[in-house]
């Protein structure tokens, strides 16, 4: 599909009711995304677990526009509160949406949302919130077009989402999400996120994701500058190259169960992520000496046991351990025994392989 499949067909249906509600989860890319062009177009694809027990619940309500000179009106409560913070990323991710959902101007919106994982706990909520919303906005022209398949909507509920951030547009459905075009997955696009098809060993069912919280607050390069700075790094096009080989590799991998092949790629994107950011210009580090500590903990923890206990990293200092379910009663004593004390204030979330969002 191109962009303009998601122009939105004359409206048939009427905005009837006043409030749609999704909760979405967050997602951790096995293969990531760093490097875009144009908005939210990805320079390589990737691959994601969705995960469940982190995610956002967004209501949005949605009334008679109040007359104003404002294109687009909006308020926004986290937790209840309102949040002035969020609104000039929600104001951009209005403009960006409007050509492809033109009652967004028509309306005033109430805008309530919480996160299940703790503020500025440093997990970004920017993949999880931007998908709820996205959600919530395509129920709305659900109402107004009601024979849009479902096939559709989650298609155009991912397109919206990565125009809010290109990693939303993998935390609309899972268990693997897959965001950027690649030869292995026919299906796959540059403009949004699709369910990955493929065989799946089931060596990955319920596979643990267990975050260890190590540095809480704003991070100090945002991702979106963080993207730019790919743009004429030295290592870019080797970059792009390899995400792609490692994609292929990882379907493989998927497909056999091959856990130590799995931590192999997952620790080196991680690494290279991080890698890329250190050689940028200007250059930055956004791993924290307890992230050194931990990933030197999780390969000592490998040495000297048979575990399939890996890391992977985000663009900040937190780490994701990722493991089977069958490890997880020896993981989580390993976890409490020797990691807790690398966690800002001993804090760390349980989570594991999730389904997508679910509506409200
Ligand atoms: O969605 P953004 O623009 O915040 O980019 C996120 C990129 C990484 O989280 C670092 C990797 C990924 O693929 O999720």
Known sequence: MIHKDFISKPYTGQLEETEFGWQSPSNIALVKYWGKKEIQIPANPSISFTLDNCHTKTKVQVGPKVKSEKEFSF?????????EAFAPKIETFFKRVQPYLPFVDQYHFKIQTTNSF??????ASSASGMSALALCFMSMEKTLLPDMNQEYFFKKASFLARLGSGSASRSTQGPLMVFGEHQDIPESSNLYGVKYQGEVH???????????????????????VGHDLVNGHPFASARFEQANKNLSELLQIIKQGDLEAFVKVVESEALVLHAIMMSSQPYYLLLRPNTLRIIEKVWEYRANTNSNLCFTLDAGANVHLLYPEAEKQEVLQFIRNELVVYCKNEQYICDQIGFGAKKL
Not at 75 to 82: N, T
């Open 202 to 224: 089931d060596n990955f069912n319920n596979y643990q994701d267990t975050v260890l919280l190590v540095d809480v607050g704003e991070k100090k390069v945002s991702s979106s």
């Open 118 to 123: 703790p503020h500025s706990s440093g997990i």
């Open 75 to 83: 308020e926004v409560l986290l937790d209840g509160k309102p949040k």
